[in-house]
C-alpha cells in the first residue's frame, strides 16, 4: 500500500509510438503494481496497471537443445513441474523462436508472460527450460528474493547464429552461417537476444556448443577451431551491448555460466567432443581466467550418457553453487571442482607421475582410458587423429596421497608431449561415475584437461652425477621421492643447490 515510485521516470511517446522509461530500484519482493499513465490533450489521462509485479534477481537462458529441454522431458519431469508451482516467487517468460534479417527492438513473440510456475505451462507442449527453471529454484532457495527467469533458445544452432556481426568479425568468421534460417550467422542475436538487451539483468547461463563440435559419423561440426574465441567473444559482446542499452544498469562484467558439453557416444575415432569442451574454456581449462572473467562453469561430462541427458538436476545445481560463490559471495559453496595444480615424475624413466589436484580427493574410481599421454609431436596433432593413434591411455596405480594420484606410462609409449585427464566423447563409465571427485560434500568431479610436458627441459637423470640441470622452481615438473634421504641426495647432487 505504500507508494515507492520516487525513482520513476517520466516518459515522452515518439511519434512511432515508442516510449522508454526507468523505474528506479527497489527492495527485492513481490505484490507491486505498477501504474502507466498517459496524459491527453483534454486533460484527462489512460491508465494501465501492472499487477504482482516482482522485483529480483533476473537471469536470462540460453544456447541450443540441451538449455531448451523442458521441465516435462527431464528426469522425473512431471513430479518436477508439480513442485515447481510451491516457487511463488520465480516468474518465467520465454520467447518463440524466431529468426529475424535485422536487429529486433522488440521480441517477435512469447509463449507466456512472466507467469509463475504452473502445471499448466509447465506440463504443456513447450514448457520451459527446466535446467534454467532448477537454476532459479536454487538461487531462490539461497537468497530468498524473487527470480525471474528469461529463455531464448533454439535447439540444433551454432554460436555464431547467437553472436554479432562485430563479434565474429573479430574472431575472422568469413562464412554466413550453416544455412538462411536458424543457423545463419546473426539471426537469432536479431531476433531473440538483441531485444531483450533494454533489460536490466543479472546474469546469463548457457548451455551449446553440439552443433558446433559436430556428431562424428553424421555432421562434422562448424568453425570448431574458432570456437575459443567465437564463445568468448560473443560473451564480451553480450556484456558491452546490454551495458549500453541499460545505461549501466547490467553490469559490463555481468556473471555469465556454461555448462560444458555431456557425454554423447563410445566413438573414439573423433575427439571433437573433447577439443570443444577445452574451446569453452578459451583453452584454459577452467574457468574464470584472464580471458573469460567473471565466468562459472558446470561439467555435465557425468551426466547420464546421452545427447540430451534427462537429469538436468546435475548441471543446474553446480550452476546454482558456482553462481551463488561467485556473483552472491557464498564462499562457503564450490566455484570449481580440484584443479590440476602440479605434474609430476617418481623415477627418472618417466613411467610413473604423480598428478597432484587443489584439494583433497574421493579415493579414485581404477578404469581404462581414463588418464592419457600424446604421443606424437603436440597435444594438437593428438587430437586430430583417431584415440590410440596420439592420445595414449595410462594406467591409473592408485592414490599417491589425499590430493595427488599415481599412473603409470609403461603400457604407453616411451616419449610422450603431453598427459591429459578425460579427453575422450564419452570418457567416464556412467552418471556421476568418473575417477576423481572431491571428497567434500559438493563431490564436484575433476574436469576434462590437457597439460603439455616437454620432457627435454628435466633431464633428472644428470642429477645424480652432478651435471647442471634446470632449477625446478615451477611446481609443474619435479622429481619425487619417497624417503627424506633421497629427497637430500637428489637436490645435493645439482651444483647450484
Not at 563410445?266 to 581449462?285: E, F, I, K, M, Y
Amino acid at each position: 500500500g505504500n507508494d515507492v515510485t520516487s525513482g520513476a521516470d517520466q516518459a515522452y511517446v515518439e511519434e512511432d509510438e515508442k516510449f522508454e522509461v526507468r523505474i528506479g530500484s527497489y527492495e527485492a519482493g513481490s505484490g507491486f503494481s505498477i501504474i502507466v499513465r498517459e496524459s491527453l490533450p483534454d486533460g484527462t489521462f489512460l491508465e494501465v496497471l501492472l499487477s504482482d509485479v516482482a522485483f529480483g534477481e533476473v537471469w536470462v537462458c540460453s544456447g541450443q537443445s540441451n538449455m531448451e529441454l523442458r521441465v516435462k522431458d527431464a528426469r522425473d519431469g512431471m513430479d518436477e513441474a508439480i513442485e515447481a508451482e510451491t516457487y511463488e516467487n520465480i516468474r518465467l517468460l520465454k520467447l518463440v523462436r524466431q529468426i529475424a534479417t535485422e536487429p529486433q527492438e522488440e521480441a517477435l513473440g512469447f509463449y507466456n508472460s512472466w507467469s509463475k510456475p504452473r502445471m499448466e505451462f509447465l506440463g504443456s507442449g513447450d514448457s520451459f527450460s527446466a535446467i534454467c527453471l532448477f537454476f532459479g529454484e536454487q538461487l531462490w532457495e539461497e537468497l530468498q528474493v524473487p527470480i525471474g527467469l528469461i529463455e531464448s533458445t533454439w535447439g540444433g544452432t551454432i554460436v555464431e547464429a547467437w553472436s554479432s556481426p562485430e563479434a565474429l568479425e573479430y574472431c575472422g568468421v568469413t562464412d554466413n552461417g550453416v544455412d538462411d534460417g536458424q543457423n545463419h550467422n546473426n539471426y537469432l542475436w536479431n531476433a531473440m537476444i538483441h531485444p531483450l538487451l533494454k533489460m536490466t539483468i543479472q546474469g546469463a547461463i548457457w548451455y551449446q556448443g553440439e552443433q558446433n563440435a559436430g556428431y562424428p559419423g553424421e555432421y562434422e561440426g562448424h568453425n570448431r577451431d574458432l570456437y575459443t574465441c567465437t564463445f568468448s567473444t560473443m560473451i564480451e559482446s553480450w556484456r558491452q551491448e546490454w551495458s549500453t542499452a541499460t545505461r549501466g544498469d547490467a553490469d559490463r562484467k555481468f556473471p555469465f555460466g556454461f555448462v560444458q558439453l555431456a557425454p554423447f557416444t563410445n566413438q573414439r575415432d573423433s575427439l571433437a567432443w573433447p577439443q570443444l569442451r577445452w574451446h569453452q574454456t578459451a583453452d584454459v581449462g577452467y574457468v574464470p581466467n584472464d580471458i573469460m572473467e567473471n565466468v562459472f562453469m558446470a561439467t555435465a561430462v557425468d551426466d547420464d550418457i546421452d545427447l540430451h541427458p534427462k537429469n538436468k538436476r546435475l548441471p543446474a545445481s553446480r550452476l546454482a553453487w558456482a553462481a551463488t560463490h561467485l556473483v552472491y559471495g557464498m564462499t562457503e559453496r564450490p566455484l570449481t571442482g580440484p584443479l590440476l595444480m602440479a605434474v609430476s615424475f617418481k623415477n627418472t624413466e618417466r613411467t610413473s607421475i604423480v598428478v597432484t589436484f587443489s584439494e583433497n580427493l574421493d579415493p579414485v574410481l581404477v578404469e581404462e582410458d581414463r588418464f592419457m599421454v600424446c604421443c606424437l609431436a603436440s597435444t594438437d596433432e593428438c587430437d586430430q587423429v583417431a584415440y590410440g593413434e596420439g592420445w595414449q591411455g595410462v594406467t591409473i596405480e592408485g592414490m599417491y596421497s589425499d590430493n595427488a594420484v599415481e599412473v603409470s606410462t609403461a603400457s604407453a609409449c616411451s616419449t610422450y608431449s603431453g598427459l591429459a585427464y578425460l579427453w575422450l566423447e564419452t570418457p567416464c563409465s556412467g552418471e556421476v561415475s568418473c575417477p576423481l571427485y572431491a571428497s567434500d560434500e559438493y563431490h564436484l568431479p575433476v574436469v576434462p584437461w590437457k597439460s603439455d610436458v616437454d620432457l627435454s627441459l628435466c633431464p633428472l637423470s644428470t642429477a645424480y652425477t652432478g651435471q647442471p640441470i634446470p632449477i625446478l622452481e615451477t611446481g609443474e615438473l619435479f622429481l619425487l621421492r619417497d624417503t627424506q634421504s633421497g629427497c637430500h641426495d637428489t637436490c645435493l647432487a645439482h651444483p647450484e643447490c
